[in-house]
């Protein structure tokens, strides 16, 4: 499924292990639950775009967002194994963009002792291993690489755990209707991740397209610090024969109620008269009552040209259920 805020309850094809917030109903035939699960959130945005020749010369923009996200899970019990259904639904809107109402994915699978099966509107297995191992905000996101195909037709196997290893593989089909070239094209994608109790290492590959003329490969490390959290990440992108270099640092640290959060990336691509950049962000979030919850973020992207966004400021809440 497609990701929500991350204040939000289910992210990811997380409704499956919900929590205990899940409202689950146990139907008639023994092993069979539907469960209902959902969050809202609204968000006060503000980012200033600017020109980097020119500090005076700024256009400071503010959006109220809000966001209603439902998800719905139907599962059923053979013995050995697992089968389920999910199907997403979100209505969004913003105080100039109007609103829009649309379907979040639906996905089937299967799980068991074997791992787990899905087909559907899944998420990228890179960007779960790599992008969200480092993406700790909820709008002060820093750049990184493509995160590649995001389609309705995914097919995704997830490995189970063994001594703290895992992987996923995934490909996602476009069939000749879809595409450009009048074939049915494939793009995989590939992920894996070792636990060692500390920490983790998580490594995968992209493939960007269906082209197959650009790929992504990324690592990230993250360990266990106390109270805090510290990732490590390093991404190659190549797209259309362009490259760059990703590599960032982010730290989380509890501190009673919430965390507190803060990351640095430089950008580095490989292009003549491009320039490195240099973004950080900081953030704070807070639970308030229970499944409710509130963040302030600041980041700055580093914009290089007029219609970069160079700075993003924003606070919002998220309720949970």
Known sequence: M??????ALFVAAGMLSAGANANTIVLGAEGTSLSLEGGVSSDFIVSETVDSSLDSNS????????EVALGVTAERSFGDFDGYAEFGFTFASQEDGGSSQESDGAVAGFKGNFGQ???GDSDSVYEDEIHDAVDIWEQASLTNADKGVDGDNMITYYSPSTNGFSFNLQAAVQDEKEGTTGTTDTSFNASSVYDFGAGAIHVGYNEVDFTGDSDVLGIAAIFEVGVAEISL???MESLNDVDTDYTGLTVTAGYGPGDIYAGFQSVSPDAAGSEDLSQYGVGINAEIADGLSTYAEYGNLDGQADTDQDTVMAVGFAFDF
């Open 59 to 66: 256009d400071n923009q503010s959006d109220l967002e809000g």
């Open 2 to 7: 497609k990701n929500v805020s991350k204040l």
């Open 117 to 119: 099966i899905e087909i």
């Open 233 to 235: 990440v390093h991404e």
